[in-house]
């Protein structure tokens, strides 16, 4: 994504008619879920600070992003009090939103969008953030896939239709948990908790496993500098700017393996967070086998 968006930047600062330079730096982000949330204020931010320093030439008003979700708040499964705030902190920064509105199509050239009509969005730069799907393989009955190509399994992880297959995290499709009964979100700790319980059972005769709960810790979704919305379940507590963003980036940075790696990121961060810069601006592209350079 930074290759790309880089060398959009790039290709920007060389064309001069203004449509398009317009298509270069629109960006449509699809899926107002954390990822785009996350996406869409992260592009949002670097236009302010990293794009105007470094691209002067390419001016106010071209560039434009966009979230568009098929429901009828950014961040659907989220608290009420969450999805407004980050709206409105989205809207602040400059990000449009389209709720209710789905993409069609994208041609490389025109992300066709549809609500109650059809509208086109002339873009080179559509960002998928409107989920993962899982990759089916053979030897698995048809039948035992859900939506999003997820496998059906029951309470112990078993994949429905077979006596020794289990498939855990995002590519299982559990609806025996009675809180989730649309199956569980496709988020870390769901994969972490469902991982654990069945190394156990496997472990465990097989009338005394243990049917798989999910402990909901709570969600989060970081919108940009400072800013960050937190829902946590028990008991029923909401909270959002700067303190929820402490607390995201101190659970992320925690979530790395060794010392060394959580103090080099945390260098990083407050480096970034002082000098509103990211150092890595680097265009990598694939090594050239025939002619055997990296460009
Ligand atoms: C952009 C993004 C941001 C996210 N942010 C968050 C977040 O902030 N918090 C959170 O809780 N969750 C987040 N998630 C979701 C989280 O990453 C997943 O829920 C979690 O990684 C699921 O773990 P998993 O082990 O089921 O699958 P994965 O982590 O996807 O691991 C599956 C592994 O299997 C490998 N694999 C696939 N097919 C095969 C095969 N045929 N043979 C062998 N190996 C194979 C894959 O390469 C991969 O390494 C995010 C997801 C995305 C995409």
Redesign the pocket.
Same mark, same amino acid.
């Not at 855990?168 to 299982?172: N, V, W």
């Given at each position: 994504m930074r290759n790309l968006l880089l060398n959009r930047l790039e290709e920007a600062t060389r064309v001069s008619d203004i449509e398009e330079k317009k298509k270069l730096l629109t960006i449509v982000v699809a899926g107002a879920g /954390?990822?785009g949330v996350?996406?869409s204020g992260m592009f949002a931010e670097m236009r302010q600070s990293i794009i105007r320093k470094d691209y002067p030439e390419l001016g106010k008003g071209f560039s434009d992003i966009i979230l568009v979700d098929g429901g009828d708040a950014v961040l659907g499964p989220m608290s009420v009090d969450s999805q407004n705030y980050s709206k409105e902190s989205l809207e602040k920064l400059g990000v449009k939103i389209m709720l209710q509105t789905k993409v069609k199509d994208f041609d490389g050239e025109t992300v066709t969008l549809t609500d109650h009509s059809t509208i086109e969005i002339k873009t080179k730069n559509l960002i998928w *953030?409107a989920g &993962?799907s899982a990759?089916p393989?053979e030897g698995i009955p048809a039948e035992s896939f859900g939506p999003g190509k997820r496998m059906i399994v029951d309470a112990f992880n078993k994949v429905h239709g077979t006596e020794n297959i289990y498939a855990? #995290?995002?590519?299982?499709l559990q609806t025996t948990d009675e809180h989730f009964p649309k199956g569980h /979100? =496709? &988020? *870390? =700790? &769901? *994969?972490?908790q469902q #991982?654990k319980l069945l190394a156990k059972n496997l472990a465990t005769d097989e009338p005394l496993r243990k049917p798989f709960i999910y402990n909901d810790k709570g969600s989060? *979704?970081?919108i940009g500098r400072n800013k960050a919305v937190a829902d946590i379940p028990k008991p029923k507590f909401h909270f959002n700017g700067f303190m929820a963003w402490a607390v995201w980036l101190f659970i992320?940075v925690m979530s790395l393996l060794t010392v060394k790696n959580r103090l080099r990121t945390f260098g990083n961060w407050v480096i970034a967070y002082f000098s509103k810069d990211q150092s890595f601006r680097m265009i990598i592209r694939p090594q050239d086998k025939d002619k055997n350079i990296t460009a």
């Open positions: /954390p990822t996350e996406v *953030a &993962v990759i393989f855990i #995290g995002d590519t299982c /979100p =496709q &988020v *870390a =700790q &769901v *994969a972490i #991982g989060m *979704a970081i992320h």
